[in-house]
């Protein structure tokens, strides 16, 4: 069974950083495509970045673009979102998302999810 367990999140400043983690486990990480989706209150969820399975290649929506750094340790099922120059705006809770076949920014495009963790940017 597929689990995924997200940590990290919390209370930062603008302008700040954080890093959030995606620990994985029912399956080797190797095999599966990454992203970090997230969902801020009132809206609907969105995509922040990929790590594909087959070459290890990144992708990030624009407001990532420069400030996130997607990371996967294949050896320890990991998963991570290094965000730093935090804005309000960023403040949401961040999702894990793997699927063995999908490859792009598409919410349909996974099938295992975990529960989330918030992340606050404010001063």
């Known amino acids: 069974q597929v689990q995924l367990v997200e940590s990290g999140g919390g209370l930062v400043q603008p302008g700040g950083s954080l890093t959030l983690s995606c620990a994985a486990s029912g399956m080797s990480l190797a095999w599966y495509t990454a992203a970090w989706f997230r969902q801020a209150p009132g809206k609907d969820r969105e995509a922040v970045a990929c790590?594909?399975?087959?070459?290890?290649?990144?992708y990030y929506k624009e407001f990532a673009e420069g400030r996130f750094t997607i990371s996967r340790d294949n050896a320890k099922n990991m998963v991570y979102l290094q965000m730093n120059n935090l804005k309000p705006e960023d403040t949401a809770v961040y999702y894990c998302?793997?699927?063995?076949?999908?490859?792009?920014?598409?919410?349909?495009?996974?099938?295992?999810w975990g529960r989330g963790t918030q992340v606050t940017v404010s001063s």
């Open positions: 998302a793997v699927d063995p076949t999908g490859w792009g920014l598409r919410e349909e495009e996974y099938t295992y």
């Open positions: 790590t594909v399975n087959s070459d290890e290649s990144t």
